[in-house]
């Protein structure tokens, strides 16, 4: 008899298991429409946006973050489980939205707006593929401490069809200690129609799937881990949405202008804050966490081409809100959000959310 428990599966099919955490194995729709799976690599690599410098003390190459992109940003900040910044954000800005997290870093913020806000989509992008891979790991680790939902065919992947709310999650349903001893779980589709739609015509022609008939109720909001996703890219330099189907309900620019200030100059911060404003839906929230000008001028020895950009910033942050409020972009009002007083690093920036 199959067992239902994933982390004592292996007992239906006796196997060898060394103790070592496994890579996660995450199942992604492919290019092609197949089902392919994903092992990030060794995380020790270098990623986008960092280069290396010579220590002449200690004789040895030490990594340069021009971008901001940290490999221990989250740990700098505080050791509260979850961001305290979320704490300044209401459930429904959040709730069955679109998402994007834009410099998401290794994931922290997405991961606690995906489980605790039941957003439809979380999407996190960064520059930087070493931290996204780490992000996929985290993904992976939270959702394998997670009480697997019901699958479709057992009555609910999502609740959707018992007065269309979510069922409440166990997140730490099991012992961090079983993904030590048998790996981390697969992060599967919820819906066997997602699965069908995933796999090439060939693969599907065989599966025995009870999807068709009537389909009087809602589509199913995905729920943690399958509301989340992590990617790689530059999104400065990304085409812009065509329709509102493909835009964001919030946009998270959470400590990543000043970056963009330095690597681009006064040019670089508009088009961004420009692109926050087109990737929102009519009524979307962008919430913004600038640095302030202050902090900039620690990092100028970073590279010549920062030093060169931060001599030439007309456009400072305190400017920010009024552009963003101006009809060269054209959101309608501005809340600054109460975060709660911690000791935390940052602690002290100004937490702003712009309505479209």
């Keep these: 008899m199959s067992n239902s428990n994933p982390y004592l599966a292996h007992l239906d099919q006796p196997k060898e ?16 429409g197949g089902v392919k799976t994903e092992r990030p690599r060794a995380l020790g690599q270098r990623g986008a946006g960092t280069s290396k410098r010579r220590d002449t003390k200690n004789h040895r190459a030490e990594p340069i ?7 221990n940003y989250y740990q700098r900040r505080g050791q509260e489980r979850v961001d305290l910044r979320l704490a300044a954000m209401e459930r429904e800005w959040l709730e069955g939205k679109r998402v994007l997290d834009i410099g998401c870093n290794a994931g922290a913020v997405s991961l606690a707006v995906g489980m605790l806000f039941a957003p439809a989509l979380v999407e996190g992008v960064d520059i930087d593929p070493d931290l996204v891979r780490k992000a996929r790991f985290n993904l992976a680790l939270r959702a394998s401490l997670c009480k697997p939902l019901a699958s479709p065919s057992d009555g609910g992947a999502s609740g959707s069809d018992s007065g269309g709310e979510a069922p409440a999650l166990e997140l730490d349903y099991f012992p961090e200690s079983c993904t030590f001893l048998f790996g981390l779980l697969p992060i599967l589709p919820q819906d066997e129609e997602d699965w069908q739609e995933a796999m090439p015509p060939a693969a599907s022609a065989g599966l025995a799937l009870d999807i068709e008939g009537p389909s009087d109720h809602a589509p199913r ?14 999104w400065m330099q990304e085409p812009p949405l065509c329709s509102d189907d493909e835009r964001f309900d919030v946009v998270l620019a959470l400590s990543i202008t000043k970056w963009i200030h330095l690597q681009g100059g006064d040019g670089a911060i508009r088009h961004f ?40 910033i007309k456009f400072k942050p305190s400017q920010f809100a009024d552009f963003l409020l101006s009809k060269d972009v054209g959101f309608k009002s501005m809340q600054e959000l109460k975060k709660p007083d911690a000791p935390s690093f940052g602690s002290s920036r100004p937490l702003l959310m712009f309505i479209k």
């Design 273 to 312: 804050l420009i692109k926050c404003y087109k990737a929102l839906r009519p009524g979307g929230r962008l919430i913004l966490e600038p640095q302030p000008f202050s902090g900039y001028a620690k990092r100028t020895n970073l590279t010549k081409k920062i030093r060169k950009n931060y001599e030439g």
């Design 221 to 234: 909001t995905p729920v943690f881990p399958a509301n989340l996703r992590f990617r790689s890219n530059d």
């Design 65 to 71: 973050f021009d971008y901001g992109n940290y490999a």
């Design 17 to 32: 298991y060394s103790y070592a955490r496994r890579e996660p194995s995450l199942a992604v729709p492919g290019r092609d």
